[in-house]
């Protein structure tokens, strides 16, 4: 079993930043994919960023250009670094890891537990 700690959220003015990171902990073999999903109230839970194997990432079109995904692999930590920022990012953001663990020996999807993103205009 795996578990997932988001930090980063808050309150920011339009144009801000702010950077969220979501680590992960438990009897983990290999992490194979991390990303990043966010909810608006009202709205689809959508895909944000992922990071995969060799560093590969993808965006969502709506923040290619001011996001940025990362992946610390010696921590098992991923990063979202949110810059110029619009209200229309007001979401709680989810962290989504795809893990091997050691009990049982197979890959499953693990989500954190939200973290709220407010950006005001």
């Known amino acids: 079993q795996a578990q997932l700690e988001e930090t980063g959220g808050g309150l920011v003015q339009a144009g801000g930043s702010l950077r969220l990171s979501c680590a992960a902990s438990g009897s983990i073999f290999r992490i194979n994919a991390m990303g990043w999903y966010r909810q608006a109230p009202g709205k689809e839970r959508e895909l944000v960023a992922f990071i995969i194997s060799g560093g590969t990432t993808n965006y969502a079109e709506s923040v290619k250009g001011r996001f940025t995904i990362s992946r610390d692999n010696a921590k098992n930590t991923v990063y979202l670094q949110m810059n110029s920022l619009k209200p229309e990012d007001t979401a709680v953001y989810y962290c989504?890891?795809?893990?091997?663990?050691?009990?049982?020996?197979?890959?499953?999807?693990?989500w954190g537990q939200g973290t709220q993103v407010t950006v005001s205009s």
């Open positions: 989504n890891v795809r893990a091997t663990t050691f009990t049982p020996m197979y890959e499953r999807s693990y």
